[in-house]
């Protein structure tokens, strides 16, 4: 089991930065992805960021990046903008078999004020 531990929202002017740690009680080694995943009020959970896939809306202004050696995942946030407040979850993904088991953070809450 892994468990995944989500810090560093909070509430910031448009145009300031955020970064949002993600630390896992295992080896993230063991883990096929990971990436983060935002929720806004009324909307369906939808991708941020993988490594290899970042969404049209924050492409230029997010970077994910990963530390092996400290088991944590990072999500650097520019330019954020007031559609950027959301809950962010932190996702991490293992292949069992033909299946993957998602292991999930219990988000943090960005907000973006105009």
């Known amino acids: 089991q892994v468990q995944l531990v989500e810090s560093g929202g909070g509430l910031v002017q448009a145009g300031g930065s955020l970064r949002l740690s993600c630390t896992a009680s295992?080896?993230?080694?063991?883990?096929?992805?990971m990436g983060w995943y935002r929720q806004a009020p009324g909307k369906q959970r939808e991708l941020v960021a993988t490594?290899?896939n970042t969404s049209d809306s924050v492409k230029g202004r997010f970077t994910i990046s990963i530390d092996n050696a400290k088991n944590t995942m990072y999500l650097q946030m520019n330019s954020l903008k007031p559609e950027d407040t959301a809950v962010y979850y932190c996702?991490?993904?293992?292949?069992?078999?033909?299946?993957?088991?998602?292991?999930w953070g219990q988000g943090t809450q960005v907000t973006v004020s105009s």
């Open positions: 996702n991490a993904r293992r292949r069992s078999g033909t299946a993957f088991v998602n292991y």
């Open positions: 490594i290899t």
């Open positions: 295992g080896s993230i080694l063991r883990m096929d992805a």
